[in-house]
């Protein structure tokens, strides 16, 4: 249940991450066939940008690995966190899973799903924007910050146990799994305008 917890909770972010545009323009790209690693850093940049309109998930994924490394190389560059991010949910699978999503037969679609979502890239897309805010916070958009503050509380699902728990956590007490994590989510998504209380946590912020 903790897993398909987390695959729910990473399908709503991407329902609301406007800033990967979910609704693909399928633009042809005359490079879209090379390797993007050979390119000069200038036109990896340029191609990941122009990548993430395609709806080619394998290749948005491939853009990412090349666009994370420049980001390993010049972390302090916020735009190519943020180019980064976008990437990884893009390349994650996580808008085929919604496509695939049987809404009036959810239990058994989100398990036919799972297969399909890379966790490690939805996770990616999360330390990217974090790592974006230290930098400059004024360059993150509302979006990008609701839909890192969901990641961020499905992951503080995932380090306390469940949801349930995670919801009877006493902020200020003593320090349980989860907390830290769960304050992060909350400071994100209340700057993305949300409350976290919309996603079921009731119990631990007033």
Not at 2 to 29: D, E, G, M, R
Not at 100 to 129: G, K, M, P, Q, R
Not at 138 to 156: D, F, R, V, W
Request: charged share 15%.
């Amino acid at each position: 249940m903790k897993k398909i917890k987390f695959i729910v909770l990473a399908i709503v972010t991407v329902v609301v991450f406007s800033s990967c545009q979910q609704i693909f323009t399928y633009s042809p790209l005359t490079w879209a066939q090379r390797d993007p690693s050979t390119l000069p850093p200038v036109q990896q940049i340029a191609y990941a940008e122009s990548i993430l309109t395609s709806g080619d998930t394998a290749a948005i994924a491939v853009a990412y690995a090349v666009i994370d490394k420049l980001v390993t190389a010049d972390p302090s560059n916020v735009e190519l966190q943020l180019l980064a991010a976008d990437l990884a949910i893009g390349g994650s699978g996580i808008s085929d899973a919604i496509g695939n999503l049987d809404l009036n037969n959810l239990d058994t679609s989100i398990e036919a799903v799972l297969s399909t979502i890379d966790l490690t890239l939805v996770a990616a897309s999360a330390s990217h924007v974090v790592a974006a805010e230290a930098l400059d916070a004024s360059a993150i958009s509302a979006e990008q910050y609701l839909n890192t503050g969901l990641i961020l509380l499905a992951q503080a699902a995932d380090e306390s146990g469940d949801f349930t728990t995670l919801n009877t956590i006493t902020i200020g007490g003593t320090v349980e799994a989860g907390e830290a994590t769960l304050i992060q989510a909350e400071d994100f998504i209340v700057k993305g305008g949300g409350n976290i209380a919309d996603y079921g946590i009731t119990e631990v912020f007033p």
